[in-house]
Antibody, heavy 120, light 109 residues
Framework: EVQLVESGGGLVQPGGSLRLSCAAS????????MNWVRQAPGKGLEWVSY????????YYADSVKGRFTISRDNAKNSLYLQMNSLRAEDTAVYYC?????????????WGQGTMVTVSS | DIQLTQSPSFLSASVGDRVTITCRAS??????LAWYQQKPGKAPKLLIYAASTLQSGVPSRFSGSGSGTEFTLTISSLQPEDFATYYCQQLNSYPREFTFGPGTKVDIK
């Protein structure tokens, strides 16, 4: 079964750090571009970050640029999001999502999400 | 940056109704537009990609159209399981910055 499973969420104080993981199974992870998307409580979807299949090309939303770092380990079939200098407005469910090529194929597989709460 | 707007932001409809949601882009995005359905507490589900291509397994009552800056999602006959929030997303190739629209909540009348 094609699956993405996020982990690593939790409660963290403002200014703190957290590392999210996304474990992929059921497909050739190294062939796919990957993304992180978040959703604040009661709000819409916000694209956060993109990484190419090799990891050589990365993009971030302006709201997280300079604070978040996306990475992947194709040998471990895993995607990561290192989140530093966390703010209250980073509180959200974080989803990883697969992006097949061509890009127009859109985000076809999503994980179940992991909740990040930034609060003192 | 490409911005997306959706209208309406909320609509109330009955089972069997034909429903249309519009998504507008701030600049032309060819056919690089997708539609997702999200139910409370669940991850989004891909319905339509490349503006009009139905994702495998999605019922044929869902359809998409448009190109450039104006796009529509149509549900031909609303079913009980279709009450949800719908988001459009632009997937312009470069840079890979994949904006979502603000969402349209479809509720039961």
């Amino acid at each position: 079964e094609v699956q993405l499973v996020e982990s690593g969420g939790g409660l963290v104080q403002p200014g703190g750090s957290l590392r999210l993981s996304c474990a992929a199974s059921g497909f050739t992870f190294s062939s796919y571009e990957m993304n992180w998307v978040r959703q604040a409580p009661g709000k819409g979807l916000e694209w956060v970050s993109y990484i190419s299949s090799s990891g050589s090309t990365i993009y971030y939303a302006d709201s997280v640029k300079g604070r978040f770092t996306i990475s992947r380990d194709n040998a471990k079939n895993s995607l990561y999001l290192q989140m530093n200098s966390l703010r209250a407005e980073d509180t959200a469910v974080y989803y990883c999502a697969r992006l097949p090529l061509p890009v127009s194929s859109a985000f076809d597989i999503w994980g179940q999400g992991t909740m990040v709460t930034v609060s003192s | 940056d490409i911005q997306l707007t959706q209208s309406p932001s909320f609509l109330s409809a009955s089972v069997g109704d034909r429903v249309t949601i519009t998504c507008r882009a701030s600049q032309g995005i060819s056919s690089y537009l997708a539609w997702y359905q999200q139910k409370p507490g669940k991850a989004p589900k891909l319905l339509i990609y490349a503006a009009s291509t139905l994702q495998s397994g999605v019922p044929s009552r869902f359809s998409g159209s448009g190109s450039g800056t104006e796009f529509t999602l149509t549900i031909s006959s609303l079913q009980p399981e279709d009450f949800a929030t719908y988001y459009c997303q632009q997937l312009n190739s470069y840079p890979r910055e994949f904006t979502f629209g603000p969402g349209t909540k479809v509720d039961i009348k």
